[in-house]
């Protein structure tokens, strides 16, 4: 309120867009460009600047969602084999890869307030977006085989988009058989 709009600046590029921030405001996450020109996730903080959290591997990294104290960081870049690939960064461990359903793709978008859990979308081994959840204990899961029971004959959930601070609410993008088109979903985790 007292400083107006801020400024973050880029990784020496022409451009940087922010998509996510901490709950108390500390650390913004999103990409900018590199002054190579290329695509790059990065991490802001008021004492330290734009932070570049670099690639998998290749040269092109994008940051969506950062967890509630802004040490988790979630987003995708390519990896070595130019495959795009659901990344989750942490200050200790920096980029991990955090796998595919069996496909060549995977992004991360949302992630919970503690940083444990992470939804977004990847490709399964027939090569059809489904949405996933994500977590060290499980690894990555299809929503559509976990929680299948809830889902109308037919119908699919492609796209998980964000996840509530506890981690049980999340919601995205799905085909609705009944009606023949796509919508929102807002999925219960933990409906009986």
Known sequence: ASGGMQSLGTLGGFESESH?????????????????????????????????????????????????DGRVIVGYSDNAAGQLRAFRWTTGLGMQDIGTLGGDWSEAYGVSADGRVVVGTASNASGEERAFRWTAARGMEDLNAT???????????????????????????????ATGRSEAFLLDTGSP
């Open 20 to 68: 996510s921030v901490s709950a108390d405001g500390n650390v913004v996450v999103g990409y900018s460009n590199s002054s190579a020109g290329s695509r790059r996730a990065f991490r802001w903080t008021a004492s330290g600047g734009m932070q570049d959290l670099g690639t998998l591997g290749s040269s092109w990294s994008e940051a969506f969602s950062v967890s509630a």
């Open 147 to 177: 929680y299948e029971r809830l889902l109308t004959p037919g119908s699919v959930l492609r796209v998980a988009r964000a996840i509530s601070p506890s981690g049980r609410y999340i919601v995205g993008i799905g085909w609705n058989a």
